[in-house]
Every structure is written in C-alpha cells, then in structure tokens.
C-alpha cells in the first residue's frame, strides 16, 4: 500500500511497549488466557496499538474458548490484510494491520456465521475504546 505507515525499526521500538514490539514488529504471540482483551464483553471497538486504526467492532466478537480475542469480522474489509505464515510447520494465514503492517494474529475458517471465520487476535496488538 503506498500510504501505509512506515517508520524505522528504531521508531517502532521507542513507541511500543517490549511485549508490544515482540507481537506487532517480530510477529510473536502472547499466551492464551493472559491478554487484556480476551473476555472483554464491553461494548466498543477495538484499534490497532501501533497506529490507532480501528479494526474490530465489539459487536463481532466471539468466546472461542482460545484464550486470544475472536471475532468474525474486521471492522471494515479494508481494515486487515493477510499473508501466508508456513512458520512452526504449519499453514495458516497471518493478519496485519493494513494501515501499518504490524502482526495482529491469524485468521482460521472455523469461526461461527455468518462469516465462517476466526479472527484470532493478541490483546496486546489491540487497544480498546469503550462506547
């Protein structure tokens, strides 16, 4: 995308959090069931931590029973963009921020209608904004 954001490694590591650089620059993932969002309930949307872009709608959450926040839609098509992940020997289709690039998760077709799909996403790559 020729306007996504695009900062030096050195700039991303002076505005995320450790963890946060671990998950949305080097493409990490933090433990299930350790993640602020996970069980949030409350309505509102959820941003992406690096650049602020909204990306999911609380009303297209889900409990996957995963331990990471789930959704069955972004918040706009236009709000994530996939690619290939063949790492740890398996495939699956990692997303990131289409505004800035950085690893949200992964998205998985087991999710409930009437997408069919599971956005499994690190709580540390979300911030929250209640309604």
Same mark, same amino acid.
């Given at each position: 995308? @020729?306007?996504?954001?695009?900062?030096?490694?050195?700039?991303?590591?002076?505005?995320?959090? &450790?963890?946060?650089?671990?998950?949305?620059?080097?493409?990490?993932?933090? &433990?299930? #069931?350790?993640?602020?969002?996970?069980?949030?309930?409350? *309505?509102?949307?959820?941003? /992406?931590?690096?650049?602020?872009?909204?990306?999911?709608? +609380?009303?297209?959450?889900?409990? +996957?029973?995963?331990?990471?926040? +789930? #959704?069955?839609? &972004?918040?706009?098509?236009?709000?994530?963009?996939?690619?290939?992940?063949? @790492?740890?020997?398996?495939?699956?289709?990692?997303?990131? /921020?289409?505004? /800035?690039? +950085?690893?949200?998760?992964?998205?998985?077709?087991?999710? &409930?209608? *009437?997408?069919?799909?599971?956005?499994?996403?690190? @709580?540390? @790559?979300?911030?929250?904004?209640?309604?």
């Amino acid at each position: 995308m @020729s306007d996504q954001i695009e900062k030096t490694d050195a700039e991303w590591r002076a505005e995320l959090t &450790p963890e946060q650089y671990r998950v949305l620059r080097q493409h990490g993932t933090e &433990p299930a #069931f350790t993640g602020a969002h996970y069980a949030t309930k409350t *309505p509102g949307r959820y941003r /992406c931590a690096a650049c602020g872009a909204d990306l999911f709608q +609380s009303g297209a959450k889900f409990d +996957s029973g995963t331990g990471w926040p +789930s #959704f069955w839609q &972004p918040a706009k098509p236009e709000a994530v963009a996939t690619t290939e992940d063949r @790492s740890y020997g398996m495939l699956r289709t990692e997303v990131h /921020c289409a505004n /800035c690039g +950085s690893h949200l998760g992964h998205v998985f077709p087991d999710g &409930p209608e *009437p997408t069919g799909l599971r956005y499994c996403i690190n @709580s540390v @790559s979300l911030d929250f904004e209640a309604d």
